[in-house]
């Protein structure tokens, strides 16, 4: 079986403080495609990192960190010193390379509320 | 700027009509996607498209249809719309490892 699973529903913080959003993964294959998208009030899903199987280092960009576990078969998210322009719904996908036209496979996301 | 538009932010619809979701890409993608989207279930796939007059069923297809005419845009048809339809549909499109998203219709049927 292929599936994402965020466990958070919901999660709220105070800005400022460091949240971490889980994502745990199940596939039989060796090769794959790891992504989280960002969804803001506005609708569209952004792009925030991907990760392909092949590469578990850890990734920082900014107060944004990614922990990647072939291990627990987890990709986690961290955002340090939140702010409220966090405050979105935050998707963990799983794609494979071959066949499946890119196809994402959705974890039922995790809806982040920063308050000031 | 690159983008996907979807044609209605907001759809209301009557309960057996005909309903047709447009999606538009300026990016020359191949593949092209639509998703449902509800609240604890994520994003589900409802179909898709790889090239032109193509496409598939993805995990959802029941009661819905597509239409891909032109590379740059594909259609959801709702032939005859439900209560249990209503939702937000997301369409995307991608080439390569680079999927972009259009916001999304939020339609509701009564």
């Known amino acids: 079986a292929q599936k994402v699973t965020q466990a958070q529903t919901e999660i709220s913080v105070v800005e400022k403080e460091d949240v971490t959003l889980d994502c745990v993964y199940e596939t039989r294959d060796t090769t794959y495609y790891l992504f989280w998208y960002k969804q803001p009030p506005s609708g569209e899903l952004v792009f925030l990192i991907r990760?392909?199987?092949?590469?578990?280092q850890n990734e920082i960009s900014g107060r944004y960190s990614w922990n990647f576990q072939k291990s627990t078969s987890s990709f986690n998210f961290t955002i340090t010193a939140s702010q409220v322009v966090d405050s979105a719904v935050y998707f963990c996908?799983?794609?494979?390379?071959?066949?499946?036209?890119?196809?994402?496979?959705f974890g039922a996301g995790t809806r982040l509320a920063v308050h000031p | 700027d690159v983008k996907v538009t979807q044609s209605s932010r907001y759809l209301v619809k009557r309960t057996g009509e005909k309903v047709f979701l447009e999606c538009v890409q300026d990016m020359d993608h191949e593949n092209m996607f639509w998703y449902r989207q509800d609240p604890g279930l994520g994003l589900r796939l409802i179909y898709f498209s790889y090239d032109v007059k193509m496409k598939e069923k993805g995990d959802i297809p029941e009661g819905y249809s597509v239409s891909r005419e032109k590379k740059e845009r594909f259609s959801l048809i709702l032939e005859s719309a439900s209560t249990n339809q209503t939702s937000m549909y997301l369409c995307?499109?991608?080439?390569?490892?680079?999927?972009?998203f259009g916001s999304g219709t939020r339609l509701t049927v009564v």
């Open positions: 990760r392909n199987s092949f590469d578990e």
């Open positions: 995307a499109s991608s080439r390569g490892l680079t999927t972009r």
């Open positions: 996908a799983l794609r494979f390379p071959s066949g499946g036209y890119n196809k994402l496979i």
